[in-house]
């Protein structure tokens, strides 16, 4: 498989990127890597070249940049080189740690829709700290900020089959987002897309589900709009992160004591920040377009590099992608009658 | 100052409800109290009945039980009478830890709105970690699922006069929960709120933030839609008890090595908890009805209902809503202007 790796994007590009590919390159031996970049950058960071290949770019988009102008400006640019070679047929998948808003847009407008879907979703997994999996997928975290009830129902059959095929999980649960756990509980939105997903029976639908219990287990399938995912995902973030600092400021402004108590419990403290660590799941992954686009951290490093192109090696190899085509082709007649019945209600 | 108390709301109710407010008559002095409740159940709890009366209700409003249908059909319950207390002038404020659905309609129908606001919002004061300030407000958390941007502009202006009376923050900084900070962020609803609120100057509107930095002090007041702001609330508060939990049981099935690090570490965890636990500013407060409506945790105990009685004590003596009524009062034309000028875009 070959994969597209858009080596200047993330905070520690290229460096770590190229850190990140050469790890993944030594673990998977059917992987094939072209890193775009400015070759005078790329190429003396490459230790060993073997199955890696660099393809020049003069441009890069910067993370401040608007998407939609930028993608469309720098047409040599290392994001959207990349995301044209996914669309020529010469890559499987495509890679970045750059400008999200950037990666999207090339997403959604250089790689394409698959047919039949709407809206591509932006799909993150988490930790699940209690519950029968270790993980959960929630989506969508961001891609669209305006949402329809239909958008949300294909999102549910993306997710189901991203978490089947790449989470292991066989008969997954979906969950939709709510205020409330009741059927009538929710805005308009919600309201809608809980009938049309209870009205369906290829999903193992088990209704609303709050953002308190995510983190323990929940669903094993997310469905939320973007923006309010987006605001879950970054409270359950934000949370956790304080947390952790909080404990860190008080041990370091203890006594001698603490010290000692943190010293005794770093085990404890590693298995945690290890469990609730979900960088080691990968990136976000754009669903809902003709071939995996993935969204890594701008803070990864090489670890996270190498995580991420697993996870995407899992995609390839399972044809996440492919099962998702297939899915929406045969049951395009249908889905057109649920997006005809959504608007009429 | 008289308040009227539901004594059977909540889990540990009416048992703590009595404690808590016995423990606040000795801290207030100038507080009387009203328990609503069946005198037979209530009356025993009582060890001194100083500034208490027992008003005597036959029904209670259960937990499961449909708000709206709830509140009309149980005129004898305990929330009902309560709330009719405030209505008739024999009480100057309300609380509960009963169902919140029949709490928030007791205080919409009952209670009544504040001439001038459309959609009252139940307000959350929250730990700030770090920042200016030890706390912040956050609103609607969940008393409105849909949302127009008018009644978001109004938040503000409630949520800042709650920061300043009951929070005492001198000029507090508003900011809108948005899925980023730049001010084209958003969905559309919370890009027209954007610009309503930059262009009012008598805020000081700070622009968007993200649900990421909010336990970090990114504003003083919050304003959000009731489903954003439920789904980042349940986000934050189920990610501390999930992270709580998991030093717990990672100390427990750990060895004498954890257990004698947790040991030392105890002033250390606690100094957390007592951080990160909110239930000390009291309860979620439904602003913009006429007088304060409050509601606590089901699960709140004795402390709790002193605290949130303490909270109220402040709400009323400050005149918190009487601010609120004056500034709607003499801005009542601009309000309406602006009404218009939001419904147009």
Request: proline share 3%; net charge neutral.
């Amino acid at each position: 498989m070959k994969i597209a790796v858009d080596a200047m994007g993330g905070d520690y590009a290229p460096t770590e990127v190229v850190k990140g590919v050469e790890m993944a390159r030594d673990r998977y031996s059917d992987m094939h890597f072209q890193l775009y970049g400015p070759k005078d950058q790329v190429e003396p960071l490459i230790a060993n070249n073997e199955r890696i290949t660099v393809i020049h770019t003069e441009q890069v988009i910067e993370m401040g940049e608007e998407p939609v102008r930028a993608v469309k400006k720098k047409k040599d640019s290392s994001m959207v080189k990349a995301a044209e070679a996914v669309k020529n047929g010469d890559a499987d998948a495509f890679l970045s740690g750059g400008n999200t808003g950037a990666l999207l847009t090339a997403g959604l407008f250089i790689v394409g829709r698959i047919k039949g879907i709407e809206r591509p979703a932006l799909t993150t997994t988490l930790p699940m700290v209690e519950g029968p999996n270790s993980k959960f997928v929630m989506l969508d975290v961001g891609a669209n900020a305006d949402s329809r009830p239909f958008h949300l129902y294909q999102y549910a059959f993306m997710g189901n089959y991203y978490a089947k095929a790449v989470l292991g999980i066989k008969n997954p649960r979906v969950g939709l987002l709510n205020n409330g756990t009741e059927a009538d509980k929710g805005d308009k939105l919600h309201r809608a897309v809980h009938d049309l997903l209870a009205a369906n029976h290829d999903l193992n639908f088990i209704g609303n589900v709050e953002s308190r219990e995510l983190l323990n287990g929940a669903a094993d399938v997310v469905v939320t709009d973007g923006f309010t995912g987006n605001a879950a995902l970054k409270s359950t973030e934000g949370t956790a992160l304080t947390m952790l600092n909080l404990i860190k400021s008080s041990i370091m402004n203890g006594g001698l004591t603490d010290k000692l108590g943190a010293y005794l419990l770093k085990n404890t403290f590693k298995e945690i920040n290890t469990k609730l660590d979900y960088s080691k799941y990968g990136g976000a992954v754009l669903i809902g377009v003709k071939a995996p686009v993935v969204k890594m951290h701008g803070s990864s490093k090489a670890t996270t590099v190498r995580n991420t192109l697993g996870q995407i090696h899992t995609m390839v190899e399972s044809n996440t992608v492919g099962q998702i085509v297939d899915y929406f082709n045969a049951h395009a007649d249908a889905m057109k009658a649920i997006k005809q019945e959504a608007k009429n209600n």
